[in-house]
C-alpha cells in the first residue's frame, strides 16, 4: 500500500517507509554522536541495505547527496521526518498492560513523536494501577472504557499486546473508536476493514528468522574450516 508525503504528494512503496523509518533512526544517532555528513555508503552499511536501495529511497523524499561529501546528516534527517509525518504528534492506546506491552510503551525511541494517553486491561489485579510513562503517569482503564476513552483522547494508533483469545474482540474495539492505525502483538490474524492498516509483530517468527541466520552461519563457518563448498 503506497504512503504519501504531506509536500508533495508523492507516493512511496511501503517497503521504502520501513527503510526510510530506519534510515531516520540511524541519522538521529549519528547526530547524536556529533557527527554532520555521511556517505550513502555509510549509511547503507548501518542499514544492512545495498546503496542502490538506499538512493532510490531517498529519491522519494527528493534528498540527493552531494559527490564526494555525501548527506549533511541535519538535512536529510529533516527532510525523512518530513516524509514520514515522524515530526506530528501522535496519541497512542495500548491494549494489555502486562509486561511486554509496558516495555514496548517504554523503549526510548517512542517518545518522538508519540504520546501514550491510555491503558486498558482485563486483568483485575492491574486494572487502576498507575504506571509511569516517558512524561506521564496513566492508569490502567478496564477494556469496557476502550472506545469511549480512545475517542474523547484522539488516539490514532494503537498497540495491542492482548491475550490471543480476545485479540479480535478488542480490535473491533478499536476500529469502533475510529482508530485506523495498529500494531499487533498478538498471533491472531485480525479481520479489519480496508481502511485500517494493521501491522503484525510476530515474536516468533523474528526469532526463527534469527535461528534460521545462525544455522546458515555456522554452517558457511563448518565448510570453510573444512574446504568444502556450499552450494545452494
Known amino acids: 500500500m503506497p504512503r504519501s508525503t504531506a509536500d508533495s504528494g508523492a507516493s512511496i512503496p511501503e517497503a521504502s517507509v520501513a527503510r526510510l523509518a530506519c534510515y531516520l533512526h540511524i541519522l538521529r544517532s549519528l547526530s547524536a554522536a556529533g557527527i554532520f555528513s555521511t556517505s550513502s555508503g555509510q549509511l547503507a552499511g548501518a542499514a544492512g541495505v545495498n546503496p542502490a536501495i538506499l538512493r532510490k529511497d531517498l529519491s ?69 494501577t498507575t504506571f509511569a510513562m516517558p ?39 478499536f476500529v469502533t473508536a475510529g482508530v485506523r492505525q495498529i500494531l499487533d502483538l498478538t498471533t491472531v490474524t485480525l479481520d479489519a476493514p480496508p481502511h485500517v492498516h494493521i501491522r503484525p509483530v510476530d515474536l516468533g517468527l523474528e526469532l526463527q528468522i534469527l535461528a534460521f541466520n545462525a544455522s546458515c552461519e555456522e554452517t558457511g563457518s563448518q565448510a570453510q574450516r573444512s574446504g568444502a563448498v556450499v552450494t545452494a
Not at 527532510?79 to 514520514?84: G, K, N, Q
Not at 509486561?99 to 517518545?111: D, E, S
Not at 469496557?144 to 474495539?173: F, N, P
Request: charge should be negative; charged fraction near 20%.
Open 60 to 128: 522519494h523524499v527528493g534528498a540527493n547527496g552531494v559527490r564526494g561529501v555525501g548527506y549533511d546528516v541535519a538535512r536529510l534527517t529533516a527532510r525523512i521526518a518530513m516524509a514520514l509525518h515522524s515530526e506530528d504528534l501522535h496519541n497512542v492506546a495500548l491494549a494489555g498492560a502486562g509486561n511486554l506491552g509496558r516495555t514496548l510503551l517504554m523503549h526510548a525511541g517512542l517518545g518522538r513523536g508519540f504520546r501514550v494517553v491510555a491503558m486498558f486491561d482485563t486483568d483485575p489485579h492491574l486494572i487502576g
Open 135 to 173: 512524561d506521564v503517569a496513566l492508569t490502567v482503564a478496564p477494556m469496557t472504557e476502550l472506545v469511549d476513552r480512545c475517542r474523547a483522547a484522539d488516539v490514532g494508533i494503537a498497540v495491542m499486546a492482548t491475550a490471543d483469545d480476545i485479540a479480535q474482540q478488542t480490535c473491533d474495539a
